[in-house]
């Protein structure tokens, strides 16, 4: 059976340090984020990501996206930050914006599907910050099967996945809503997905700095 472990703000919980045992010894957990539950497993190690696609039933050619805490995360992961992508990180992260990068080198292929590009998202969610201040970057797919509603509630996680999961962290009942907006910064500037973030938002503040966003 799954162990399910209770999230608290406070740092003498130890959530993180056992998710962080976890993480490095190739395990897959999951974790609340500011919309549903994801799927978390270290962006860097390949055989964990796999993981998290035969739980999940995903197709190989589709890209996993990152989690990051902060800035400074974002190294090990593009090869390159364009003005332009620097711009839209200073207006819209932390929060529901993932931005794809060329991907750094030390990413698994299965993450980024042969791409060779990798989305990324600052996420503003307090408990999931802390967690990732702790392990590092982590998938961020949701915690479902491809195809199927994402889940809210570590509960619906359990029934759903929880015997192929290594720990659940509960971190009560997520807000659920739209998924993020999703931007390419790897050439011109273009909106793959509209979410929480219109297309007016990014038009606006790219406007500012004389960039254009290219349409779909």
Not at 64 to 90: C, F, G, M, N
Not at 155 to 184: A, N
Request: charged residues 20%; hydrophobic residues 40%.
């Amino acid at each position: 059976m799954v162990t399910v472990l209770t999230f608290r703000s406070d740092a003498s919980s130890g959530v993180g340090e056992k998710v962080a045992k976890i993480i490095r010894r190739g395990g897959v957990i999951a974790m609340p984020t500011e919309s549903f539950y994801a799927l978390g497993a270290s962006a860097l190690d390949d055989a964990a990501v796999r993981r998290v696609c035969a739980i999940k039933g995903r197709p190989d050619e589709k890209p996993i996206l990152v989690l990051i805490s902060d800035r400074a995360q974002l190294d090990t992961l593009a090869a390159e930050i364009t003005p332009a992508a620097s711009l839209v990180i200073e207006q819209f992260w932390p929060g529901p914006l993932t931005i794809i990068f060329p991907a750094s080198q030390l990413l698994p292929d299965v993450l980024t599907a042969g791409t060779g590009t990798v989305g990324v998202r600052q996420t503003a969610y307090p408990a999931l910050v802390q967690l990732l201040r702790q392990v590092g970057p982590l998938t961020g797919t949701s915690a479902n099967r491809s195809g199927q509603p994402p889940a809210r509630t570590a509960e619906e996680v359990r029934v759903r996945l929880g015997s192929e999961l290594d720990l659940i962290v509960d971190g009560g009942q997520t807000p659920g809503g739209l998924p993020s907006t999703i931007v390419d910064t790897v050439g011109p500037i273009r909106l793959v997905r509209e979410g929480p973030i219109s297309r007016h938002q990014l038009e606006a503040a790219l406007a500012r700095s004389g960039i254009g966003l290219v349409s779909q």
